[in-house]
């Protein structure tokens, strides 16, 4: 996971008062990324969710400049998205996770396309990590990395001889969560950080654009490092100080409540925004009202909630209410494209929610995840330099794509 500790884009987990103005760049490099649906079946998809979520929870407890902004292309394979990204000079183009609550990069997960480093880049050193999908681990390597026109001389890197819990396809994991999480990966210096690369992003942020997906795979989105695409988001972008509140604190954190229609699910709460969980995660007692107001009934083949039609015809917006504004999440946009059923192992004609249950109550951790479905939904801005997450409407908020 190319860290944007990596780029530079180290992240202060003390909250900031005051949301500062963001620079915007009119003519970012866009390259797009596709969505693509594995077809595991969506119960490890929902499994693989409260992996991730208790794996960060664990983690958190043990633990250049250019003139425009650059966008990088993507895919999605159900449970992440996957960016190009090349090693070496010349560069070798490997398919990696974005992975925003991780901040390691490492290739070689997939033994059909190892990465075989030089010998003078090795560092003396071990890398690795595990993850709530999988683990690595393999030398410590020092080469140039290349995202789109973006190019970082020197990043440590892990270059895995073992590996295990990736889809194929899968490279490796290009990590953009805070700089801290490198600590304790690297060995014999466990209590080293992995060092930046050279300072060549104008901003210290990213951004990220996705758009509901319909068909597999689709082109739905792009990533955009040191700048904000202003052709991706309607309105004004709302910024929010990363949380204080342990142990979202330690990732893309933030503070938000939470309601369905006139009933309210969390009044006030941290939790965290991120790209590697597919689904959106409520704390078990936040999602029993959910499930109680939206009349919803578990679903033992997947995992997931169903409705039927006449309680789809009746659904409330569900609104997180973020730095101040509230974000509406449709009807449309709180269940799953119903045209993609049976690629994730659900039955045609059943409508399937989004929302799961994380497995432990409020209060005790992090309330909730906005993954995927959430920020297919609405852009999102990952501001290292001011320590916040912006959040924005789209063009695709209120669409009917489902």
Same mark, same amino acid.
């Given at each position: 996971?190319?860290?944007?500790?990596?780029?530079?884009?180290?992240?202060?987990?003390?909250?900031?008062?005051?949301?500062?103005?963001?620079?915007?760049? *009119?003519?970012?490099?866009?390259?797009?990324?596709?969505?693509?649906?594995?077809?595991?079946?969506?119960?490890?998809?929902?499994?693989?969710?409260?992996?991730?979520?208790?794996?960060?929870? =664990?983690?958190?407890?043990?633990?250049?400049?250019?003139?425009?902004?650059?966008?990088?292309?993507?895919?999605?394979?159900?449970?992440?998205?996957?960016?190009?990204?090349?090693?070496?000079?010349?560069?070798?183009?490997?398919?990696?996770?974005?992975?925003?609550?991780?901040?390691?990069?490492?290739?070689? =997960?997939?033994?059909?396309?190892?990465?075989?480093?030089?010998?003078?880049?090795?560092?003396? /050193?071990?890398?690795?990590?595990?993850?709530?999908?999988?683990?690595?681990?393999?030398?410590?390597?020092?080469?140039?990395?290349?995202?789109?026109?973006?190019?970082?001389?020197?990043?440590?890197? !892990?270059?895995?001889?073992?590996?295990?819990?990736?889809?194929? !396809?899968?490279?490796?994991?290009? !990590?953009?969560?805070?700089?801290?999480?490198?600590?304790?990966? &690297?060995?014999?210096?466990?209590?080293?950080?992995?060092?930046?690369? *050279?300072?060549?992003?104008?901003?210290?942020?990213?951004?990220?654009?996705? /758009?509901?997906?319909?068909? *597999?795979? /689709?082109?739905?989105?792009?990533?955009?490092?040191?700048?904000?695409?202003?052709?991706?988001?309607?309105?004004?972008?709302?910024?929010?100080?990363?949380?204080?509140?342990?142990?979202?604190?330690?990732?893309?954190?933030?503070?938000?409540?939470?309601?369905?229609?006139?009933?309210?699910?969390?009044?006030?709460?941290?939790?965290?925004?991120?790209?590697?969980?597919?689904?959106?995660?409520? =704390?078990?007692?936040?999602?029993?009202?959910?499930?109680?107001?939206?009349?919803?009934?578990?679903?033992?083949?997947?995992?997931? &909630?169903?409705?039927?039609?006449?309680?789809?015809?009746?659904?409330?917006?569900?609104?997180?209410?973020?730095?101040?504004?509230?974000?509406?999440?449709?009807?449309?946009?709180?269940?799953?494209?119903?045209?993609?059923?049976?690629?994730?192992?659900?039955?045609?004609?059943?409508?399937?929610?989004?929302?799961?249950?994380?497995?432990?109550?409020?209060?005790?951790?992090?309330?909730?995840? *906005?993954?995927?479905?959430?920020?297919?939904?609405?852009?999102?801005?990952?501001?290292?330099?001011?320590?916040?997450?912006?959040?924005?409407?789209?063009?695709?908020?209120?669409?009917?794509?489902?």
């Amino acid at each position: 996971m190319l860290s944007l500790y990596l780029l530079t884009l180290a992240i202060c987990a003390v909250a900031v008062v005051a949301s500062p103005p963001v620079v915007r760049r *009119n003519s970012p490099i866009t390259l797009p990324f596709a969505k693509v649906i594995s077809t595991t079946g969506t119960r490890s998809i929902v499994e693989r969710d409260r992996t991730r979520y208790n794996a960060l929870r =664990a983690q958190a407890k043990t633990t250049t400049s250019q003139d425009q902004a650059t966008n990088a292309s993507a895919n999605n394979t159900l449970v992440s998205y996957v960016i190009n990204v090349g090693v070496g000079s010349p560069p070798e183009l490997f398919n990696l996770i974005i992975d925003t609550g991780s901040s390691n990069t490492w290739v070689g =997960a997939d033994i059909t396309h190892p990465y075989v480093p030089p010998f003078s880049s090795l560092t003396g /050193e071990t890398m690795g990590a595990v993850y709530g999908s999988g683990q690595f681990s393999g030398p410590a390597v020092k080469v140039d990395i290349t995202i789109g026109s973006l190019q970082v001389s020197d990043q440590i890197i !892990g270059s895995a001889v073992e590996a295990f819990g990736f889809n194929d !396809g899968v490279d490796g994991i290009l !990590g953009i969560g805070p700089t801290g999480l490198t600590k304790g990966s &690297l060995f014999p210096d466990e209590s080293a950080t992995i060092p930046t690369g *050279n300072n060549l992003i104008p901003e210290h942020l990213f951004a990220v654009s996705f /758009e509901p997906a319909t068909s *597999n795979p /689709e082109l739905n989105g792009e990533l955009t490092f040191g700048g904000i695409d202003d052709s991706k988001f309607t309105g004004s972008i709302t910024y929010t100080p990363i949380t204080s509140t342990s142990p979202a604190s330690q990732y893309w954190g933030i503070d938000q409540s939470i309601s369905y229609g006139t009933t309210a699910i969390l009044s006030q709460g941290s939790g965290i925004v991120d790209t590697g969980t597919s689904l959106i995660g409520l =704390a078990s007692d936040l999602f029993s009202v959910y499930q109680t107001a939206t009349g919803g009934i578990l679903d033992p083949a997947t995992g997931l &909630l169903t409705v039927t039609e006449e309680q789809y015809a009746n659904l409330g917006d569900l609104t997180f209410t973020i730095g101040g504004t509230d974000f509406d999440l449709t009807p449309n946009a709180q269940i799953w494209p119903r045209s993609l059923n049976s690629a994730i192992g659900g039955e045609s004609g059943i409508i399937y929610l989004v929302v799961i249950n994380l497995g432990t109550p409020s209060g005790f951790d992090m309330d909730f995840i *906005n993954g995927q479905a959430f920020l297919e939904r609405f852009y999102s801005v990952f501001d290292t330099a001011n320590s916040q997450v912006g959040i924005a409407t789209t063009p695709f908020t209120n669409a009917e794509t489902n």
